[in-house]
């Protein structure tokens, strides 16, 4: 295989694999609630959730449903990975805040 094949070749890969990121939804973290609080994901596809708290406070994440917890440190992001899940509804809610950090997540 001559140079200019190969160099051809490996961008074909790189573009295939682009094309088959991960999806990323962002969520916000701002005065103890969730932004957006529902929001809406492919079924059977596994996703990014971008998590930013915007507060001075932490926050953890949580979700029973979907077997997932982590804290997010005030002023900071976290990532979590979620999925591929089955069509439905997700709860998730804020363990440090429950009453006011709540959503849910619908999957179809």
Request: charged fraction near 20%; glycine fraction near 6%.
């Amino acid at each position: 295989m001559t140079m200019g094949k190969r160099v051809n070749l490996l961008a074909l890969m790189l573009i295939s694999a682009s094309t088959l990121a991960t999806p990323v939804f962002e969520i916000e973290i701002r005065n103890h609630l969730f932004f957006p609080s529902e929001f809406t994901i492919p079924a059977d596809t596994k996703v990014k959730l971008l998590i930013k708290n915007s507060d001075l406070s932490a926050e953890e994440f949580e979700s029973y449903e979907l077997n997932r917890e982590k804290v997010i440190p005030g002023n900071s992001k976290g990532v979590i990975f979620i999925g591929p899940l089955n069509a439905g509804v997700y709860p998730f809610f804020g363990e440090f805040f429950p009453k006011t950090a709540q959503g849910k997540i619908h999957v179809k």
